[in-house]
């Protein structure tokens, strides 16, 4: 989908507003586009985000996950990748 120049305007606007906040840290570029997406969703995107995360809570819960360390360990293995630094 295309963003119009309303889009654009407007999310020049959010992000002005996000650095006049100020704060100790400014948000990156990365952190106001995400902030963005996340005020700008459609209630069935806010749903589907809120269903996937409720869908990796409940197999946390019920035991269905692995710790990420053992996870990247097997990708190095079998893609001969370095350990990371």
């Known amino acids: ?6 889009d ?3 999310f020049h ?3 002005a507003r996000k650095l006049a906040e100020g704060g100790s840290q400014p948000p990156t570029p990365e952190e106001c586009l995400d902030l963005w997406f996340v005020e700008n969703q459609t209630p069935e995107e806010r749903a589907d985000d809120l ?4 869908e990796g809570l409940d197999d946390m819960d019920a035991g269905r996950t692995r710790p990420v360390d053992d996870v990247l360990q097997e990708l190095r293995q079998k893609y001969n990748l370095p350990l990371s630094q």
């Open 8 to 10: 654009l305007r407007a």
């Open 13 to 15: 606007d959010f992000v």
């Open 51 to 54: 269903a996937a995360i409720q």
């Open 1 to 6: 989908m295309a963003a119009s120049v309303d």
